[in-house]
């Protein structure tokens, strides 16, 4: 895309020659839109962007704030989400070529991905689990025992609720967002014999006057996050909620990030999801795909389905870890596994 346009028709200010823009006549240097993302705010413009090549790297860090993907720039440059800033990239990138692209490209796009506005609110008792109510302690505990030592900073994290009352009242809820909208939701029930462990929202029936935009096995927990972390080395495909919250919570410093898809058999737009994913993340080094310990079978199906994904690597079980599925790990299983795979990295 022609960046040196785009910039000025969005007033987006930069300058062409400054103690921190090279002597290229290619590069302007702009205000770091990741620092200030990080609340320290670029006091001048550390960041340099090549307008011919789109590479970008702020000199204040230099190992972060960089790429070369203009979704990504533009996404922090206004403050906007992933998808947003790709209809950003894509008007510029298209404008050229005429209209004659665009309407094919709408016609090609799914009916689904058009109507993007949709989204769920959350009742006002869906209490956030991290608040200090006393009431809310079962949920904390039940966290605590499936290995989480700090569940406020992880329900604050992962935005997990529980209802006061309602259809998922007693349950740990897990709210599912894409793009920043309210898709979809995932209850784990807090009962000790309940009829259902898990239970989701559905497009059908109504729960607590929602009804799912797509139901749990049309997206993926842990999207926006998966989608927007630049510093993302490896994805682990998981099943359960709690399988992908063991791995990313004490993974995600390390560049380990994990999602679950609620199910064996993945559904095309869960696919598609995963590629979108795994092609914007410059970063990646591998993807793989880790079921319960018993389910070698299906593990293989699902490595087959996601076939067309480049950085897809072998399966991994969980029985290395002495564990039954990633659920059961603690802090120093998901450390161990972490090592192992960076060995795996650096011996290819
Ligand atoms: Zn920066």
Redo the contacts with the bound molecule.
């Keep these: 895309m022609d960046w040196k346009a785009f910039l000025d028709k969005h007033n987006v200010e930069y300058v062409t020659y400054g103690k921190n823009v090279s002597s290229d006549p290619n590069e302007v240097g702009i205000k770091?839109p990741?620092?200030e993302r990080e609340g320290r705010p670029?006091p001048s413009q550390?960041?340099n962007l090549n307008v011919r090549t789109g590479a970008y790297i702020?000199w204040?860090?230099q190992q972060r704030?960089r790429g070369k993907n203009p979704v990504r720039l533009v996404a922090a440059l206004f403050n906007i989400n992933y998808r947003k800033a790709k209809d950003l990239v894509d008007a510029e990138s298209t404008s050229i070529e005429g209209s004659i692209l665009g309407i094919i490209k709408d016609k090609l796009n799914p009916k689904e991905e058009q109507n993007l506005t949709t989204e769920i609110t959350l009742p006002s008792y869906y209490t956030p689990i991290h608040y200090k109510y006393s009431r809310l302690k079962p949920a904390r505990s039940y966290l605590k025992q499936r290995g989480f030592p700090t569940p406020e900073q992880l329900a604050k994290t992962y935005d997990l609720r529980m209802p006061m009352k309602g259809d998922f009242a007693n349950h740990i809820v897990v709210p599912l967002y894409e793009d920043g909208n309210l898709v979809c939701l995932q209850g784990r029930s807090l009962a000790k014999e309940p009829k259902l462990r898990y239970r989701g929202l559905s497009k059908r029936n109504t729960l607590d006057g929602m009804k799912a935009v797509h139901a749990t096995n049309e997206t993926l927990f842990n999207y926006d996050a998966i989608q927007n972390d630049e510093n993302m080395r490896w994805l682990v495909i998981t099943e359960g909620v709690f399988d992908a919250l063991k791995l990313d919570w004490f993974g995600r410093d390390q560049g380990l990030r994990s999602t679950c898809v609620f199910t064996k058999n993945m559904s095309t737009r869960q696919k598609r999801m995963l590629a979108q994913v795994v092609e914007n993340a410059e970063n990646l080094e591998a993807v793989y795909v880790m079921l319960d310990a018993n389910e070698r079978t299906d593990q293989q199906h699902m490595v087959s389905q996601l076939s067309h994904i480049p950085a897809m690597n072998a399966p991994v079980t969980p029985e290395f870890f002495d564990a039954k599925d990633p659920a059961e790990f603690d802090e120093q299983d998901v450390l161990d596994f972490v090592d192992i795979i960076e060995g795996n990295v650096e011996a290819a």
């Design positions: 770091c990741f620092c670029d550390h960041m702020c204040r860090s704030h």
